[in-house]
Each structure stands twice: as structure tokens, then as C-alpha cells.
């Protein structure tokens, strides 16, 4: 199969860097959006990410060595001169131009090769949205959900075609950290899961394959455990956000701490996947106490690093 378009379902904070850096690969991409407000969500999520391309191959181009220069994502290291780097620039800027914000679904899933959803993890309007563009997609499209924790064969029959959906898991800031983690389902075609893992090559990540349907992959079986630890010690009073963070930095070397990569992620996906585990564990206190707390933030529009403010503030850029 030869994918051309692809179809990124959701601009927030991973989709659109999902959409960014599959462009900046050469490829036609849209984003679907449910609402003009999204699409004024999306905008300025894609101004930031040109900004940060461009001023990370400036630093490439001038040392390609110096610590936390080089972003994998953006060319092989050996390839960083400052004549390469520059030509990246304008690939950014194309990449920037070519992106596509769509509302209409059939203007949008017509003609996909490959969609990745990444709209919020909530499993109704995962339902839904499946459901929907089941109605629109072309014969031979290939349909990928990048939910953090969410397994693909709860939602494998809303698609309408299950051997062509599987999941595509991209880690925050794509551009630096490339993985990709690739998880089939039961009914998953091997060729498709072949497809994704070459489409996820094509786009400079690193695809590393989830041999068993697993809440979180690889990733975030680690990296979502640690996160509540973190809510639950600031929401039971244990400790201040510095100090929580300030405790794991030092005593792990780590560069960020939990508060910090929250902010990254975005309180609106910590929110709704620490309700989800307050759900499924309606005695633990800790957890309740962390979905409260982050509610509070999301409703507050103390959303992270996008939104200026989180558990930190952030200078506007």
C-alpha cells in the first residue's frame, strides 16, 4: 500500500504533533476538528510547533553536538550541516503551509490512507467518532488510534474495518523523542500492522512493536503509574509541586519532574485518565483526591505548557 494522505483525528497536544511531523515527512495532511473552537485550539499548537522546528535546527545547524541540540526527528545526525539545516527550514515552512484543519468528515476521511485518532480518551466519543467515519472512509484506508491508555479492540467493531485498525502510540515531543509504540489487536491484519510500522519508520520515529494488547503499551504502563503517584502525594498535602519535583529530579537525575511532564502531557488527558482509574477503583481515596484536584485545573483553563499555565506558568510565545 502506498500512503499519500493521512487523516489525524483531534489537534491537541500529541495530535498536533502527530499532524506536524508527518508533514514535515512529505506527506498530504489533514486535521479533523469538531468545532471552529477547536480549530482555534489547533492554531496556535501548530505556530508553536513551527517556531520550535525552526529554532531547533538553528541550534543544529550551529552545533549538532551540544547537549539537547539534535532532535532525531528532524534529519540523522550525520546529515546536520548547516546547509541541510537550512533546507529543513523550508520543508517546516511548507509543512506549516500544506496542513489542512477540516470539520466536514466526509470532506476529510474521502480519500485517508491512514487515520490516527487522537481525540480525548473518552470511550463514548471514541464510539462515536468511529462509528461515524466508518461511513466515510475508502475501502482500503487504514485506521490507527493513538489513545494513551485505551485498547484497540474496545473500539475495533465501531470502525467497520477491524483487521484495518490497530494502534500508533507517539510519545510527547515527537521531534525529540521518537518513539512510536505499535500495539495490533486479535483481528489485526499482519500486513496492516507491517504498513504502520513502515509508515512509523517513514516519519523518523523508531517503531517498537507491543507483542499483547496492553493498557498503556510500554510506555505508559510505567509513565502513567508514576504521574498519579505524584497527584496523589500533592493532593493528600504531602508535598508542595516543587517539591515533589525536586525530590524525583534529584534523586533520580531525571531532567523534568512528574509536575512538569503533566504539563507537557496536558491536565485535560491527566484528567481523564486519572477518572478512569478513580473509576475503576472507587475506594482508593488518593486517586479521587487526584481526579478532584486536576478537574479543578482543567476547569480553571490551567490546561499545561499550551495554555500558559498549569502547574507552572509559561511565558507566551
Avoid at 550525520?78 to 489542512?100: H, L, N, Q, S
Avoid at 470502525?159 to 500495539?183: D, Q
Wanted: glycine content about 8%.
Amino acid at each position: 500500500m502506498d500512503i499519500k494522505k493521512v487523516v489525524v483525528a483531534g489537534g491537541g497536544v500529541l495530535g498536533s504533533q502527530i499532524a506536524f511531523q508527518t508533514a514535515y515527512s512529505g506527506y498530504d495532511v489533514t486535521i479533523w476538528l469538531r468545532s471552529e473552537g477547536s480549530i482555534g485550539r489547533c492554531r496556535p499548537k501548530l505556530d508553536r510547533l513551527r517556531d520550535t522546528y525552526l529554532a531547533t535546527l538553528d541550534a543544529m545547524a550551529a552545533n549538532p553536538a551540544a547537549p539537547g541540540a539534535y532532535a532525531y526527528g528532524l534529519m540523522p545526525r550525520e546529515d546536520a550541516t548547516p546547509e541541510t539545516c537550512e533546507a529543513a527550514k523550508e520543508r517546516v515552512k511548507a509543512a506549516y503551509k500544506g496542513i489542512k484543519l477540516v470539520l466536514d468528515y466526509e470532506e476529510a476521511f474521502r480519500d485517508a490512507d491512514l487515520v490516527i485518532e487522537s481525540i480525548a480518551e473518552n470511550p463514548q466519543e471514541k464510539i462515536a467518532f468511529y462509528t461515524e467515519i466508518a461511513k466515510h472512509l475508502p475501502a482500503h484506508a487504514i485506521v490507527c488510534t493513538n489513545s494513551s491508555t485505551m485498547l484497540p479492540s474496545t473500539f475495533a467493531a465501531y470502525t467497520g474495518c477491524p483487521e484495518r485498525y490497530l494502534a500508533l502510540h507517539f510519545a510527547n515531543s515527537i521531534w525529540k523523542n521518537p518513539l512510536a509504540e505499535v500495539m495490533p489487536h486479535a483481528g489485526t491484519d499482519t500486513a496492516n500492522l507491517a504498513e504502520v510500522m513502515k509508515f512509523a519508520a517513514s516519519i523518523r520515529m523508531i517503531p517498537v512493536k507491543v507483542l499483547k494488547e496492553q493498557p498503556g503499551y510500554l510506555l505508559n504502563s510505567m509513565l502513567v503509574p508514576f504521574l498519579i503517584s505524584a497527584e496523589s502525594l500533592l493532593a493528600g498535602g504531602i508535598g508542595d509541586v516543587a517539591d515533589i519535583d525536586m525530590a524525583w529530579k534529584l534523586g533520580t537525575g531525571a531532567p523534568l519532574g512528574p509536575f512538569q511532564i503533566l504539563d507537557i502531557v496536558g491536565l485535560t488527558t491527566a484528567y481523564n485518565i486519572t477518572a478512569m482509574a478513580a473509576a475503576k477503583d472507587p475506594e482508593n481515596k488518593a486517586i479521587a483526591a487526584s481526579a478532584t484536584m486536576l478537574k479543578a485545573k482543567v476547569d480553571a483553563g490551567e490546561t499545561g505548557v499550551n495554555a500558559g499555565k498549569g502547574f507552572y506558568e509559561y511565558p507566551a510565545k
